[in-house]
């Protein structure tokens, strides 16, 4: 290994596919980058400090599942949008005067606000986003910093969370944003949808899918049987990456 080769990397568990690692690697290579991505399957959190320490080259990370909330506990820094979800997927090395610092960023909300953004209008100013698991917090966020307001929906009721039975014409008329951030559709699961009334639907809704696996979900292609615009998550997967590229080189 060179001695100035940088070195990024993925650390989550399991790590049976990273699109990071293929994106990064083939990013490097296109652009004469001396660098290279590595995935650190880590079966505890507590192993991250020894992978820091084995790799003294080790430049900027990527976290993933189950760690992106973990992973707080060892930062210094965040930025206001990770630590106002509690959720941080991209670690910056600082280094200054022999001493590293790690500061926490989400790029999930910067790659989702980036894709989504062109598709608003006047009217699309209330969102549904369906599932209340980690990529919904990101996917609040990311609406509220672009002045859409947000609603939960789940399938059991809770505070601040309405269920798909609340999901009344009425509801549907008012939110002409609904994003999906269940994994209901993905690959090999491809005829299964979210439970939303369809045919509430019309030609003024946006549909957002955060899965990209099949290109068109269950739930675009009901969407789009209605007259709604759809899209799905492959953008804001390839944004994300080139966010966390930007926060590591910044």
């Not at 672009?146 to 009344?168: M, N, Q, W």
């Not at 699961?189 to 030609?203: G, K, M, R, S």
């Not at 957002?208 to 979900?217: C, I, W």
Request: glycine letters at 8%.
């Amino acid at each position: 290994m060179l001695n100035d080769e940088k070195i990024y990397g993925l650390i989550g568990y399991p790590l049976t596919h990273s699109f990071s690692q293929r994106y990064f690697n083939q990013k490097f290579e296109a652009e004469g980058i001396n660098a290279r991505y590595l995935n650190f399957e880590l079966p505890d959190i507590g192993d991250l400090m020894e992978v820091v320490s084995e790799c003294p080259n080790l430049s900027g990370l990527n976290v993933t599942i189950p760690y992106k909330e973990q992973v707080i506990q060892y930062l210094d820094d965040m930025d206001e949008d990770a630590e106002k979800i509690g959720a941080v997927n991209v670690i910056k090395f600082i280094r200054t005067r022999g001493e590293l610092r790690f500061k926490g960023y989400n790029s999930d909300i910067i790659g989702f606000s980036d894709s989504i953004k062109p598709l608003l209008n006047d009217e699309r100013r209330k969102a549904l986003v369906l599932g209340t698991g980690g990529a919904s917090k990101a996917v609040v966020r990311g609406l509220e910093n672009l002045g859409v307001e947000a609603t939960l929906v789940s399938r059991s009721p809770r505070k601040g969370v309405i269920t798909y039975a609340d999901l009344t014409p009425e509801v549907m008329a008012e939110n002409l944003v609904i994003v999906n951030t269940t994994p209901l559709g993905m690959y090999p699961h491809v005829d299964e949808c979210p439970d939303i009334p369809y045919d509430c639907l019309t030609a003024k809704h946006l549909c957002y899918d955060l899965l990209y696996n099949p290109d068109v979900t269950l739930f675009m292609r009901k969407a789009a049987e209605q007259g709604a615009e759809t899209k799905n998550g492959l953008e804001m997967l390839l944004l994300q990456a080139f966010a966390a590229w930007n926060i590591w080189n910044e």
